[in-house]
T-cell receptor, first 111, second 114 residues
């Protein structure tokens, strides 16, 4: 099955630094969703993007829907310890409501 | 408003045993989904139900069956568990709004098949 290419696979950053991660695909998506997963928990929706070129913010998080509809990025500004977790992108295409997930970016924040 | 709930949280099975994973949502969503998550991988779709009374196969349906009991509940059944089905299982539901769709996930069921 198809999976999105998500990078980087992992990041170790210091508290206060900005973070950037992205997803690319060979297929076009109509929707991009960004999730965060804490250990032992289900994915929690962070940001939803519905339109090519759309730039959306949620607090310190900013995400963009690529103009080609084949990519998306997520930025986290001024990272804090609770940002630790795995971030997944997910793309939705067609009308079948089937999400395709990226392989995840594991974020570690050091004090 | 509990969102998406799943039971049980943990389960250990022996090879060949059967079990049903339960999922319920209280958001009045039409569509529901079952995913599995294996180490180092994203979530993979097992089955989904676009609306009450319909179910369809996802990417990895072999060894599983589902039942959309009503609009709120969507269960996943393993008839004869195998070690390859050791995984974390997530249920999700989605709402379709004017601009697009969003999926919300439950906390997961951790299954170990010995």
């Amino acid at each position: 099955g198809q999976q999105l290419n998500q990078s980087p696979q992992s990041m170790f950053i210091q508290e206060g630094e900005d973070v950037s991660m992205n997803c690319t695909s060979s297929s076009i998506f109509n929707t991009w969703l960004w999730y965060k997963q804490d250990p032992g928990e289900g994915p929690v929706l962070l940001i939803a993007l519905y339109k090519a070129g759309e730039l959306t913010s949620n607090g310190r998080l900013t995400a963009q829907f690529g103009i080609t509809r084949k990519d998306s990025f997520l930025n986290i500004s001024a990272s804090i310890p609770s940002d630790v977790g795995i971030y997944f992108c997910a793309g939705l295409s067609g009308t079948a409501s089937k999400l395709t997930f990226g392989t995840g970016t594991r974020l570690q924040v050091t004090l | 408003n509990a969102g998406v709930t799943q039971t049980p949280k943990f389960q250990v099975l022996k090879t060949g045993q059967s079990m049903t994973l339960q999922c319920a949502q209280d958001m009045n969503h039409n569509s529901m989904y079952w995913y599995r998550q294996d180490p180092g991988m994203g979530l993979r779709l097992i089955y989904y139900s676009a609306s009450e009374g319909t179910t369809d196969k996802g990417e990895v349906p072999n060894g599983y069956n589902v039942s959309r009991l009503n609009k709120r509940e969507f269960s996943l059944r393993l008839e004869s568990a195998a070690p390859s089905q050791t995984s974390v299982y997530f249920c999700a539901s989605s709402e379709r709004i004017t601009v697009g769709e969003t999926q919300y996930f439950g906390p997961g069921t951790r299954l170990l098949v010995l």
